[in-house]
């Protein structure tokens, strides 16, 4: 499955919209963009997931780059309860964990 | 998406015991779970693929016969952690497969062995 690549970390104001990005640039044609997230001491949260149009649902939005080589991760507000570690991820179940970039919410 | 629980959420125990930690899946049939572990300040790590009805497919460096998987319904998996060692406590955290290759991850086991 192909590797990710994402900041460390990110910090956000509450309330202001947060673009979280992601590259994949060994992505194949038929593999899905995946986003998690994850607090400490609990399992990872579905966020959302693309194949090549943006998305969107009530947790968050995914913009997915024309040649599919990278993606974004859009919360429109940021709330304190966002602050986690969020994970970019792309291929056909046999997930690669990085190490994601841990967002910081400053209230 | 799937609902998916674990049971125990966290378990304490003797060194060179078993311990079996439970995922199910509530709403969802799952074909495919799979089971990661992650120690401390680190990411996930993928142990083992488990099918309904066949064997594990474990990752490299994962032993099979410490680490048994059983997968007998599309709501149930199982991992036990056999003869565990204090090397063994980690957060054991299991997940479903959803139609589209993504994954909906249960809450995680946190195991210690003294």
């Known amino acids: 499955d192909a590797k990710t690549t994402q900041p460390n970390s990110m910090e956000s104001n509450e309330e202001e919209p947060v673009h979280l990005p992601c590259n994949h640039s060994?992505?194949?044609?038929?593999?899905?963009i995946h986003w998690y997230r994850q607090l400490p001491s609990q399992g990872p949260e579905y966020v959302i997931h693309?194949?090549?149009s943006n998305v969107n649902n009530r947790m968050a939005s995914l913009a997915i780059a024309e040649d599919r080589k990278s993606s974004t991760l859009i919360l429109h507000r940021a709330t304190l309860r966002d602050a986690a570690v969020y994970y970019c991820?792309?291929?056909?179940?046999?997930?690669?964990f990085g190490t994601g970039t841990r967002l910081k919410v400053l209230a | 998406g799937a609902v998916v629980s674990q049971h125990p959420s966290w378990v304490i125990c003797k060194s060179g015991t078993s311990v079996k930690i439970e995922c199910r899946s509530l709403?969802?049939?799952?074909?495919?779970m799979f089971w990661y572990r992650q120690f401390p300040k680190q990411s996930l790590m993928l142990m083992a693929t488990?099918?309904?009805?066949?064997?594990?497919?474990?990752e490299q460096g994962v032993e099979k016969d410490k680490f048994l998987i059983n997968h007998a319904s599309l709501t149930l998996s199982t991992l036990t952690v056999t003869s565990a060692h204090p090397e063994d406590s980690s957060f054991y955290i299991c997940?479903?497969?959803?139609?589209?290759?993504?994954?909906?991850f249960g809450p995680g086991t946190r195991l210690t062995v003294t």
């Open positions: 997940s479903v497969a959803g139609a589209e290759s993504e994954q909906y």
């Open positions: 060994t992505i194949s044609g038929t593999d899905y």
């Open positions: 693309g194949l090549t």
């Open positions: 991820l792309s291929g056909t179940y046999k997930y690669i």
């Open positions: 709403d969802f049939q799952a074909t495919t």
């Open positions: 488990s099918n309904e009805g066949s064997k594990a497919t474990y």
